[in-house]
């Protein structure tokens, strides 16, 4: 159901859609063979723009004999249709499911393709897609403009436990990790070795928090780092066969928390914070001023708060 607001946005970009033909242009997806029937979509590293349509998230697929396994479906309808054709021409055969690891919608708003097979998700991340799913949707409308025609949000319809399920050759661990949102699973192939981590690892791109909780973030990170994967697919930025990206991002939340503690007990306004200098580790990262920006912007009120002095109790009576 497409709310009054998302409906009149859909029509005026249908309105403009008319007027230019970048819509017609196909989203540059190259699967990448990371194993034996398994394949990475490697993406654009900026932030949300016209010209990339919204397509800066990684998705993967894993080729079962018993059909393909797909995680994530990328930023829009246009995405996943293609992404479809593409899947299915690689792999050689049909979908027959759909993962959505977390509620973020460059991971989920291509569902709309995959409406004929189930599209799983945790039970918590589909609780919080029912109130959130529409004004995610609605965000990246104004974002990506033209090349959201026709996306509306379309809510996963089979549940995602947490544990091993043997699917067609393939032992997929699914893995609860929150901490990037309230809400978000890896995926451990045992099979082929390769580990989806998604969201939880960024590789050369900055880590986005509007929903972080950094102390479950770095509990999913030392899980994750634990597991004895030999190929790693980041939820944004390239593929590795080590750990390395895994401990980049738990530096940078680690320089992230410290910095934001320390600015709050020096009583910095944000604008100061968000012009501290960034590390030179992380400060060639693709979106790093604007990420450490929007992060200030996201948490430091919290650790403001934090700072300040616990309100002292009134006096018990003592009789
Ligand atoms: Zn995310």
């Known amino acids: 159901m497409m709310t009054r607001r998302l409906r009149l946005i859909a029509a005026l970009l249908a309105g403009l859609g008319a007027m230019t033909d970048a819509r017609a242009a196909d989203y540059p997806i190259t699967p990448q063979a990371v194993a034996p029937d398994s394949w990475a979509v490697i993406a654009d590293t900026g932030y949300f723009t016209p010209q990339n349509g919204g397509f800066l998230v990684n998705t993967a697929f894993i080729a079962t004999t018993e059909g393909v396994v797909v995680i994530g479906s990328g930023p829009s309808r246009a995405f996943g249709e293609q992404y479809r054709r593409v899947i299915e021409r690689t792999a ?182 968000m012009a501290l200098p960034i590390p030179a580790d992380f400060a060639g990262w693709a979106e790093a001023r604007a990420e450490w920006r929007r992060s200030v912007g996201f948490l430091y009120a919290r650790y403001e708060l934090a700072e300040l002095p616990a309100l002292a109790a009134p006096d018990q009576p003592t009789d």
């Open 92 to 273: 050689g055969k049909p979908v027959r499911e759909l993962v959505i690891t977390h509620k973020h919608p460059d991971h989920f708003l291509g569902n709309q393709a995959f409406r004929d097979v189930p599209i799983r998700a945790e039970e918590k991340t589909t609780a919080m897609l029912r109130n959130e799913a529409e004004g995610l949707a609605e965000n990246l409308y104004r974002l990506v403009g033209d090349r959201m025609q026709g996306t509306e949000p379309l809510l996963p319809n089979a549940p995602l436990t947490p544990g091993v399920r043997e699917i067609g050759g393939h032992q997929l661990e699914f893995i609860a990790v929150p901490g990037h949102t309230q809400s978000d699973i890896a995926v451990f192939d045992h099979t082929s070795g390769v580990l989806y981590a998604i969201d939880q690892v960024f590789n050369g791109r900055t880590p986005t928090l509007p929903n972080a909780s950094l102390p479950e973030w770095f509990a999913a990170l030392d899980r994750l780092e634990a597991l004895p994967f030999k190929t790693l697919v980041p939820g944004h930025g390239a593929v590795t066969h080590d750990a390395a990206p895994i401990r980049a991002t738990r530096r940078y939340l680690q320089w992230l928390d410290a910095t934001l503690k320390e600015a709050a007990r020096r009583g910095l306004t944000p604008t100061e914070v």
